[in-house]
């Protein structure tokens, strides 16, 4: 009798075993998967820059969302006390360019005027953080 139980409780023990090396195998595979297949749309390059008017070589390139400021994980990172740490933002939406302002101290103007909400970039804006001037370029080659 005590055989045969201690084997059925082998087995239930093995089996549970499995199971679990099962789901963590699993697990694995399917977060491995989503890794591969997720990719932020966030950091997407596009064709658009903002080209510094002090010196034309600082240009940087703009993601479907790219944060300014002073911040070192801001993706353009200014190097200027009169920028905040998280200054700016400029984003792709409906295949359009849109800035807004982050609550910044010393503002955002874009063509010299103060931005309040979300504006829509046009090719040529000239665009002010604190006292920083960038040109914005779509379509840069």
């Known amino acids: 009798m005590y055989n045969a139980i201690a084997w059925v409780l082998r087995f239930v023990f093995i089996a549970i075993i499995y199971y679990f090396l099962y ?18 749309i966030r ?32 993706d353009v990172v200014l190097k200027n006390e009169f920028v905040s740490s998280k200054h700016a933002q400029i984003y792709k939406k409906g295949g359009k360019f849109w800035l807004d302002d982050l609550k910044s101290t010393n503002g ?9 909400k979300p504006v829509r970039l046009k090719s040529g804006d000239i665009i002010s953080f604190g006292t920083e001037e960038f040109k914005f370029i779509e379509n840069f080659n």
């Open 108 to 116: 955002t103007f874009v063509n010299g005027r103060r931005v309040r």
């Open 23 to 40: 789901n963590v195998l699993r697990l694995l595979y399917l977060d491995i998967k989503n890794d591969a297949s997720e990719k932020d």
């Open 43 to 74: 950091d997407i390059e596009t064709k658009a820059h903002i080209v510094s008017l002090r010196s034309p070589f600082d240009n940087y390139t703009l993601y479907n969302v790219t944060t300014i400021g002073r911040a070192s994980d801001c």
